[in-house]
Every structure is written in C-alpha cells, then in structure tokens.
C-alpha cells in the first residue's frame, strides 16, 4: 500500500463512481425550478406580444364586401413588418373618424395613380389600364357620390371591395382615398375556418 501511494496513485473514493457504487447528485430546489420556469413564460409572452404588435396581427371579418375572396367570420393574420403597400395586396385599415373601426379591402391605386371607372360597363382602369380583376364577385357597376376620374394624393391608397357592388369604399366620400399611415398591414393567411385555412390572394 505505501508503495502504490509513493509512486503518486490514489486509491478510488468510495461512492465516487467506483464499480457496483451508486452516487447521489444534488436535488435541485424546487424554487430554482419554478423560477426558471416562470423566466420562460414571461419570456415567451413578451415574444409573442412583440410579434402581435411589430410582425402580425389577427382580424376577423365583418360583412360581405369582400367575397367571394373573404367571408363574414374568416379570421385573418395581417403582417405589417416593413410593409409598403402594393396594387392588389388585401389590407386592414382603420377609420379614425369611425372609432378606429377596421376595413378589409383591396389596394387598386396608389399614391399618384389615375383611377377612372365605367359604371356602365363596370370596368376600373388604373392610368389608362383596364384592370383584369378575376377576383370580383360581379362588375363595378355601383357609384356612389365620388366623381371620376381621380388622382390618388400622394401617401394615400384607392381601395375597393370585390364583392363590387355591396361594398362601401374608396368610390363613398365616407371612406375616400385611405391614408396609408391607416393601414394594419397586408391579409397573408387565413386561419379560421379550417377548412379554408391558407394564403390569401
């Protein structure tokens, strides 16, 4: 024995991983493990609040001014994260002179852009354009007080329902041009009812 130790060998401890030996770890305190768990949650709150309020947002639609594209009772993700608006996009706006009340329609004209619409032959054109809009539900036939052709101020949008002639929108003196400062951000997917759960075009 005295000569293993002199050549600088220790012997084993008992119970420190020794063959047949059990060892014991230290119980972690069941307040550690409640406050990492709480520091999760809080964690994950504040992640989804961010995404909820800078990325994506959910809104449920009211009112048939836009089928056959969107239903009463679709719930919708709109995601304004550098979002710039674009001809055809499907946005949320909100009326600020309705208490903040949202809209869901459809961008036809920006900031600068001509619009003119044939109500007899229920046709929209952009600068001079015949818009091909196979997302309609029938022709734009129905006017209401605004007077065309108009140019879109600059900073604003020109926004129409599909279902064009039960939808009160950018042609009503009571919506107008809608300034883009009001936009929510743009539909992307449809997540109720699940059965039509998808993109939105």
């Known amino acids: 024995m005295n000569e293993e130790l002199e050549r600088g ?18 119980k972690r ?12 949650s809080v964690h994950g709150i504040i992640l989804v609040l961010l995404i909820f309020t800078f990325v994506a947002r959910t809104s449920m639609v009211s009112g048939s001014s836009m089928v056959p594209t ?8 709109t995601s304004r ?3 710039t608006p674009k001809q055809g ?11 903040n009340e949202p809209i869901v329609k459809r961008v036809i004209a920006l900031g ?8 007899t032959e229920g046709t929209v054109y952009v600068d001079g354009v015949e818009l091909e809009e196979h997302y309609v539900n029938s022709k734009t036939n129905r006017s209401y007080d ?16 599909d279902n064009r002639n039960a939808s009160q929108d950018s042609r009503s003196s009571e919506i107008g041009t809608v300034d883009e400062r009001y936009i929510f951000g743009k539909v992307v997917y449809r997540v109720f009812p699940f059965e039509q759960m998808g993109k939105v075009e």
């Open 9 to 26: 060998e220790t012997p084993e401890a008992e119970g420190d991983g020794a063959p047949g030996q059990e060892t014991l770890k230290p």
């Open 29 to 40: 305190s069941t307040f550690i493990e409640l406050y990492e768990w709480l520091e999760c």
């Open 70 to 77: 969107l239903h009463e009772g679709d719930m919708l993700i």
């Open 81 to 83: 994260l550098f979002y």
């Open 89 to 99: 996009d499907i946005v949320v706006a909100t009326m600020p002179f309705r208490n």
């Open 112 to 119: 600068g852009q001509e619009v003119n619409i044939d109500f």
């Open 146 to 161: 605004i007077e065309f052709p108009i140019v879109v101020p600059e900073g604003e949008l020109f926004l129409l329902g």
